[in-house]
Structure formats: C-alpha cells, structure tokens
C-alpha cells in the first residue's frame, strides 16, 4: 500500500460518465488464519446510484468495504474506485470521498468542532482557509452546531453518528461510502438521515450504503447488491430484485373453493387456500379477465390484489434464511 | 451545500500541508489530560529534590553527608541553584522522563487504532508514511518538551531557594554564570536527544497492536529491562547498543574543555535506534491490514 504521488495528472471521475464508480474484480481477501472473507468479489456501483449493500453479520461487507478504502489489502483481484486502482491511486481517489465505516470513531477529549476540525487537517485536498466554515456548514447539515462546543465523550450514539457523517461531508463528495448510518439514531433521526442521503443523491453523489435494515434499504436506494458468506449473490435496480421474488396474487372471497376452481381453469398456479383467502402465482393473461372470470362463475369477489414482493421476499428467496442469521 | 459540478478537482496539495497535520497532532497530544498529567509529575521532581536538599542542609551541614550518594552534582546545589538543573535531569533521565516518552509513543499509533480514529484518519487520506513521520515529529518534539519542563522547572526553584552565580565545572574551572546557563541549555538538548531511541521504539511498538495500553506497558518494559541489563557486569559486551549506556554522558559538558566522545557515540546510538526503529516501524505500518 504505497502512497502514489501527489502529481498525479489524471484526476478521478473526469471521464466518460457510464463508467462505473466503484468497479471490482474478483476481489478476494483471506484473513492469515486462511478464513476467506471475501471471495471472488464482482461489483458494479453505477454513478449517481444508491446503492444498498446488505449481508447477514460476518457476510464480508466490512472487509469489503475497507478493501475499497485502501484499509486492507486484498489477497488477489482488483478494485477501482472513481476509475482509478485502490489501493494504489489512494492520495487521489479518496478526497473526493466521504466515508462512515463501521461506526463513528471519536477523539472523545476533543470537542465536537475540534474532532472535525482534526479530521480535515489530514486531508490533504482541504483547503485550511475555508476550513471552519467547512466545519461549521458540516455541524449545521447534521444539527449538531448547538453541540458543537461539547466534548465528544458527553455525546450520544446518534450525536456520535452524526458527527461522523459530518466529517464525510466536509468537503463535496462523488461518492458517500456510508456503513450503517442509522444505527444508534432514534426514529426522527433515522427519517433525518435518509432525507440527507436523498439530497446528497439528488446534488449527484452516489451513495454507498450498507445496512441491515431492509425497509431502509427500499425506501433510499436506487441498486442493491445482496452478499453471502463472503459471496455475492445478486446485484442490480432494486425494483428488478423485488420482482425477482415474484409478488403473488389474492383474492378476498366467503366462496373460497369455487374461486380456487376458477382460478385453476385461468391458469394460476401454486394456489392456497387460507380461510377467506385465495392465493397464486400472478398468471401471465390481463388480470381483469381472470376476475371477470371469477364473477361470471358467479364468485364473490371482496378484494382482488396482487401482493408486491418486498426486498425482505427477495432477500429470504435468495439466502434461504432469515436475515440476521450469521453466515 | 455546493452542487456537485463544483466538486471534480482536487485541490493542488500545498507542501506545507504536512505541516498543517504535524500541528494539530502536537495541539492534539498536548491538549490531553494526560500529557499534561506527565508533564506536571516531571514538573514535580526539582520541587521534591529542592526542598529536600534545603531542609537536608538547613543546619548548615552538606547534603548528602548522612551517607548514600544522590544524583550527579547533587552536592554543588548549595552554592549554586543552578546545578538543581543538572541535578534533576540526571535524576529523571533513567526513568521517569523515558517513561512519559513510552507513554507518548506507545499511545501514537495503538491509541488511535484501539479508537478507530486512526481508519478515519488513513480514509482522509492522511498517508501512512506521512501519519508515521507526523507521530515521531510529535513524539520528538515531546521529549524536548517534557526535558525543558523538568530543566526549568529547576532552574525556577534553584532560583527561588538557592543562590545563583559562577559556578565550577567538573574539571575545576570556573565559569560565568550566563554561560553556566547555556551549558544547561545544551545538556537540556542532549537529554531530550538522548531519548529519541526510546521514542523510536516506542513508536514501532506502537505499529504492533491495536492497543493503547499494551503499546505503553510493552515500551516501559522494554526500557526497564534495559535499564537491568545495563547494570549486569557480565553483559558488558552488549552494553555499548543499549540505547540506556550513554545517557549520563551529559555531564561530560560540564567539563573544561568539553568531552564529547561520550556525548558523540550516545548521538550516534539514538540516531541508529531511530532509524532501526523507524524503519521497522514504517515496513510494519505501511503493509499493515486495519482492521480496528
């Protein structure tokens, strides 16, 4: 992990603008005792993307992660951050990157201020003269400026992962590489941050997000990769992973068996029957032909919907398991 | 905030920007509680030997006269305060300042990584060699610190309980008092040279582990085993590469004229610990995987 020259002539990102803003290439790290974290790594982070990357504990995100920070070399394959090899091009690739990895890390002797005040004089991209009203524009976009004075060791969780997301966003970023950056916050909080992560995104920095909460993932993030036991096992549009995992159709009805003939003469597989509820596969023909079919059976219809697969469906459908199950 | 359009280049980087690093670090460790914790302890020692010395030779009689030797020029301090300066840097010198310094240095790389600041500080990105050489800096710079601390901490009580004036070397001449001051300057300056090896490694120790603690406790050790090793007879072939065998050389600038054979293989003792060291600690650190 050397460090490259500052002159480097070719600046990070000034490329054609499809290209990838993270880009790896089986990508593999195995620890000394020969575990193997992350194994064979292929991932493709679009620009201008929020991107969800979501794995049970132990899956290798982490590893993956500082792999792409130039924290930990890996053991074989490559990694391009903003078109450029990490760790090699590291002095030039990072300042236009912000990060949050696995949680804040504080001076808690030093003030809020003083922390990120510390935290851009090791980057050597920030320009001192700008430098408090960095901090202070920092503070304010996280609502820590009325605790801004206060020593870091007096802050709360979500003070703390405030201010850590205050230091990834003291300068512009083209990437945001943000692990778990919810986590500590009380609901108001959560809402807070994913509104930010929306403008962020919107002002066209891609976000790299890992969470283990799904719903977040949903509600933010434009692509999702999905890792297992240190592999990857999906990667794309959120929307096109959620279809993966098909979403199915119900029908209400007091007329449970009847409408479960029907339905069968309709083409709908995989049906159940649970009480009032009809349930089946989504048949390929136009749906109002299939309740159409229903009512001229002379079958009452009280609710006829198709169920949109969440990404927890897809995420089940793929790992076989539930979520926070270590892998 | 900015657009993104504002974003794309990076600013050119400015040569003194290391410069910038070197000192928030030095505000940063000397803003610690615990640095100035050392510093204060350090601060104490002349007090103690001062006021010790007064109420030993209150009733007129030499110090030290009821048996046992203390420090290097303990004697002379009745004449002339100014020798409570060479009395308490020779008095510190084998523990207490190397000690502080293991603290300093052992904390520098394992205190960061032990809070996690120290990835924060590499995805800035600071660079490892530049962090590295920002912490010996540092860590240097302490020494001199905490050396000019006890030096006038002494001279300000020698002042205060002692009388000032000419003074006689070692080899029994006399000098001004104004140049008795410079020779204090430099001894000072030799003192704090003296433990840049010990700082060194400390500062590779450092690159070892994850922990604070166990980075200090582990340099401590290492100069207190040193410091044993120094005294047992049979080793004397070994003596001369312990970075702890030329440090009392000092007081050979208080001779006239001034020996410096001494003085010269204890300079080139630290500056080969410091490289040794200092490399060892840049390979370690330069290739090592963080994972804290």
Known sequence: MGEPSATEPEQPGEREAGEPVIATRALTKRYRGGQLAVDGLDLTVPAGSVFGFLGPNGSGKTTTIRML????????????????????????????????????????????????????????????????????AALDRVGLTAAAGKKAKAYSLGMKQRLGLAAALLQPRRLLVLDEPTNGLDPQGMREIRTLIRELASDGTTVFLSSHLLDEIEQVCTHAAVMAQGRLLTQGPVADLAAGA????????????????????????????????????????????????????????????????????????????GFDVAG | MSRAEAAPTVRPVSPWWTLGLLRNEL??????????????VLAGVPILV??????????????????????????????????LVFTALAATLPFFLPMAVGVVAGDAIAGEAGAGTLRYLLVAPAGRTRLLLTKYATVVLFCLAATLVVAVSALAVGALLFPLGDLTTIS?????????????????????????????????????????????????????????????????????????????????LMREPVYWDELRKNLGLQALYAAVFGTAAWARFTTKDITA
């Open chain 2, 27 to 40: 505000t940063t460790t000397f803003r610690r509680w615990r640095t100035l914790a050392l510093l204060a």
């Open chain 2, 172 to 252: 029994g001449t006399r000098i001004g008092f104004a140049e008795g001051l410079g020779r204090a300057l430099l001894i000072a300056l030799a003192v704090a040279a003296s433990l840049t090896g010990v700082a060194a490694l400390g500062l590779f120790v450092s690159t070892l582990t994850n922990s604070g603690i166990a980075a200090m406790a582990t340099t401590v050790g290492l100069l207190i085993t040193v410091q044993i090793l120094d005294q047992i007879p049979q080793l004397h072939a070994l003596q001369p590469y312990l970075f702890s065998h030329y440090w009392l050389s000092f007081a050979d």
């Open chain 2, 50 to 83: 001062g006021i010790a010395v007064r109420i030993e030779t209150g009733d007129g009689s030499p110090p030290g006269g009821g048996g046992g030797e203390g420090p290097a020029f303990i004697a002379q301090i009745t004449n002339n305060g100014l020798f």
């Open chain 1, 246 to 321: 098909r979403g199915r159709l119900v029908v209400t009805t007091p007329d449970p068996a009847e409408a479960a003939r029907v339905l069968k003469e309709q083409g709908v597989g995989d049906l159940a029957v649970t009480g009032d509820r009809v349930t089946g596969e989504v048949p390929d023909r136009d749906l109002a032909e299939v309740n159409a079919a229903l009512v001229a059976a002379g079958v009452r219809v009280r609710g006829f919907t198709v169920e949109r697969a969440s990404l927890e469906d897809a995420f089940v459908a793929l790992t076989g398991e």
């Open chain 1, 69 to 136: 920070m130039g924290l930990i070399e890996p053991t074989s394959g490559t990694a391009r951050i903003l078109g450029r090899p990490m760790p090699g091009a590291t002095r030039a690739v990072l300042p236009h990157v912000g990060a949050l990895i696995e949680g804040p890390a504080l001076y808690g002797f030093l003030s809020g201020r003083d922390n990120l005040l510390r935290h851009d004089c090791a980057d050597p991209a920030a320009d001192p003269r700008t430098r408090r009203a960095r901090v202070a």
